[in-house]
């Protein structure tokens, strides 16, 4: 009830919830105080969390911040939700993001931008959350929910964490079952965790994470007990940092939050190494031919007949036409026409064919610098502190915009976990974050290290 009073207050300026579950958050808790009471308590029993909308629930609104899902309700519910109900975790609501997750500020949402809770020192300003799970990140940071569910494709749990003052963890590709997510770029997205800290992080990682019969790519590997690992020191660790992550233009500010994250984790008995990873320059780019061409093909389903919209036309083709000329924003329709160019026949090899060799040479280079003996690379999470909503500059040109995933996209493509944890505030009182990358299913080591920094 405190958590609903608390959205109830807060959410029409912040826009952070897209629906909330009132009487189902009410049945769940109530379901929940039963086991309490009959001790048959679940890990996260009676913990309220919210739910990006990108997360299949049955019968509640879920539509990936799209007008072309309209209406949908699925009948089924996502492997990973169903995994923190089965935990005993309560439901208040579905969470704003970009529409299907293509975005780093929130602002293509067709619910319209979500507000960073944070603002700078002496300005009335509004800033982003970060994007895509932008409400998620939010909703965490202003209390609205106790934790969240996010997805990562290039940096969507990272950068809204770092953007808010809060942990967001992507863990290793296959960790958490993709099925009932609706698919962005496929062999880049993963679910994870936004929360106030570690030690919460470490708690619904746990939880979200299983394999599937209903995801191949979900891997078979225990999961280990994660918070357990927040107790071990950091003292010999390795701790690779990364040159070619020293960018052109970076502030001055984000260079001295690296440069403290190094001496905190130097002080803490870890061992500092220079590393390099020569491919990063090319990430950028090779994740912006890949993930579009995901995208046009997993967005080939909407077409108004399935799913949600449907404007109709003369015959089953300008129907189509129609409903999808409606239904996506310009962001998404601009990743379907990039998507569709590179994997069309004259240009296959040219692109995507390329791309998909350059991201094996960037997967390459974390392979060469943990086998060199390295535990956790550390790096920025974000090229810079939360910008204003509508920021000129990142709206007159889309490319400015995909540059904020710069230190987050090699990770995905080269399907590593990476943790974004707040490092402290800059001089306009706005947070930043560090990133720690690691070895496949060694989010226990992220865990820990970051618990040091946090
Ligand atoms: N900002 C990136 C994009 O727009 C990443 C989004 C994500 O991780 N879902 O593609």
Request: hydrophobic share 40%; net charge negative; with cysteine.
């Amino acid at each position: 009830d405190a958590y609903l009073a608390a959205i109830d207050a807060a959410n029409p300026a912040l826009n952070a919830y897209v629906a909330v579950t009132h009487d189902k958050a009410r049945d769940m808790a109530k379901a929940s105080d039963a086991r309490l009471a009959s001790g048959q308590a679940g890990a996260l029993e009676g913990i309220p969390l919210g739910i990006k909308d990108l997360f299949a629930t049955e019968g509640v609104h879920t539509q990936a911040c799209s007008h072309v899902l309209d209406g949908f309700k699925p009948h089924y519910e996502s492997t990973v939700t169903a995994n923190l109900w089965a935990d005993g975790a309560v439901m208040l609501g579905k969470l704003n993001m970009d529409e299907f997750a293509m975005g780093s500020s929130n602002e293509t949402s067709y619910y319209g931008p979500v507000k960073n809770p944070w603002r700078a020192k002496g300005s009335n300003a509004d800033l982003v959350p970060g994007g895509s799970s932008g409400g998620s990140a939010a909703a965490v940071s202003a209390f609205l929910c106790a934790g969240a569910t996010a997805t990562d494709t290039g940096g969507s749990i990272r950068q809204p964490a770092a953007f808010t003052g809060t942990v967001g963890i992507k863990p290793t590709y296959g960790r958490c079952s993709r099925w009932g997510i609706v698919a962005y770029a496929s062999s880049l997205d993963q679910a994870g965790p936004i929360a106030r800290d570690v030690r919460d992080a470490a708690i619904l990682l746990k939880s979200m994470a299983s394999v599937d019969a209903k995801d191949t790519t979900s891997v078979d590997r225990p999961v280990p007990d994660y918070e357990a690992a927040l107790g071990q020191s950091v003292k010999g660790l390795k701790v690779g940092i990364p040159k070619e992550y020293r960018v052109e233009g970076m502030p001055q500010e984000v260079e001295a939050l690296w440069q403290q994250g190094i001496a905190w984790l130097k002080e803490a008995g870890a061992e500092i190494v220079d590393i390099s990873l020569p491919h990063t320059r090319y990430a950028l780019p090779t994740y912006y031919i890949i993930s579009p061409a995901e995208a046009s093909s997993n967005l080939a389903r909407y077409d108004g007949v399935r799913y949600g919209l449907r404007v109709p036309g003369r015959d089953i083709v300008e129907m189509y036409e129609k409903t999808r000329a409606a239904g996506f924003g310009d962001e998404v329709k601009r990743r379907i026409m990039i998507g569709t160019y590179v994997l069309s026949a004259g240009y296959y090899d040219a692109y995507y064919l390329q791309a998909q060799k350059v991201r094996t040479l960037i997967k390459k280079d974390f392979e060469d610098a943990f086998a060199a003996g390295v535990d956790v690379i550390l790096t920025p999470a974000t090229p810079s502190a939360p910008f204003g909503i509508a920021d000129q500059d990142m709206a007159s040109d889309p490319v400015k915009m995909y540059l904020n995933d710069i230190f987050t996209v090699t990770v995905n493509m080269a399907g590593l976990p990476g943790i974004a944890v707040p490092a402290g505030l800059n001089d306009r009182g706005l947070p930043l974050g560090l990133q720690l990358i690691g070895r496949p299913f060694d989010e226990e080591t992220l865990f820990r290290t970051a618990h040091a920094v946090e």
